[in-house]
């Protein structure tokens, strides 16, 4: 029964061919809900952002949320290679509606989108590209009403979260103790974000 559920955990469940729709479907109805945790155990690996934005959440009382989000990514390797503006800045659009979505739980305490993306192809294990940059460009601001917030996880992820966006964190996320996966991610992470970790935050990673 949706309307009274609480706790949805199935990170360690064997659950076949459970799809983002169904979590999707469950948010929609849930409006008691409290911790959902489904990282690893999606038929597709991912929550899409079609899945979140199909419809309202039920629930505002999120504190927990353990998931893999799917969005659409130009995939810039090189930072002098062009890029297709257009493109990016519709992948940064769905993001920062993604991210107003997630920010609407203003009760949230911790959010895991971080963690390896399994290959359709091959079943291996690796970084995930198609995810949230986590920047200020692509909607981390929609998350400033989260004043709980103690946890970020963002590792094994595409993430181009850079010292203006730690700032951000710090002076917005008055009760964040944590933010971990900066230095295990796709791109390098710049010598100004060690050095700015190394001095204001040496316990992230």
């Known amino acids: 029964n949706c309307e009274r559920l609480e706790y949805f955990n199935i ?3 064997d659950t076949g061919g459970l799809s983002g729709a169904h979590l999707q479907m469950i948010l929609k109805r849930a409006p008691r809900l ?6 690893w155990v999606l038929g597709t690996d991912k ?3 079609l899945d979140i934005l199909s419809s309202e959440w039920a629930t505002t009382t999120l504190t927990h949320i ?3 989000v799917h969005v659409p990514r130009i995939i810039v390797v090189d930072d002098e290679a ?4 257009e493109a990016l800045q519709s992948s940064r659009n769905i993001q920062r509606q993604v991210l107003r979505r997630l920010g609407q739980q ?3 305490r911790r959010i ?3 963690g390896m ?3 359709p192809g091959t079943n291996v294990l690796g970084i995930q590209s198609h995810c949230l940059e986590m920047t200020l460009e692509a909607g981390l601001d929609e998350l400033g009403r989260l004043k709980k917030l103690k946890l970020l996880d963002i590792h094994h992820m595409n993430v181009r979260t850079g010292v203006p966006e730690l700032e951000w964190m710090v002076a917005n996320f008055p009760k964040l103790q944590m933010v971990t996966g900066l230095k295990n991610c796709l791109r390098p992470v710049g010598e100004d974000v060690l050095e700015w970790l190394q001095v204001h935050q040496p316990d992230w990673d």
Do not use: F
Request: charged letters at 20%.
């Open 117 to 119: 993306a399994s290959n």
């Open 82 to 85: 062009e890029v297709d503006s």
């Open 106 to 108: 203003t009760h949230h």
């Open 112 to 114: 895991i989108v971080g």
């Open 34 to 39: 409290r911790s959902l945790q489904a990282h």
């Open 11 to 13: 990170n360690d469940c």
């Open 47 to 49: 929550l899409s952002h």
């Open 66 to 68: 353990d998931l893999k």
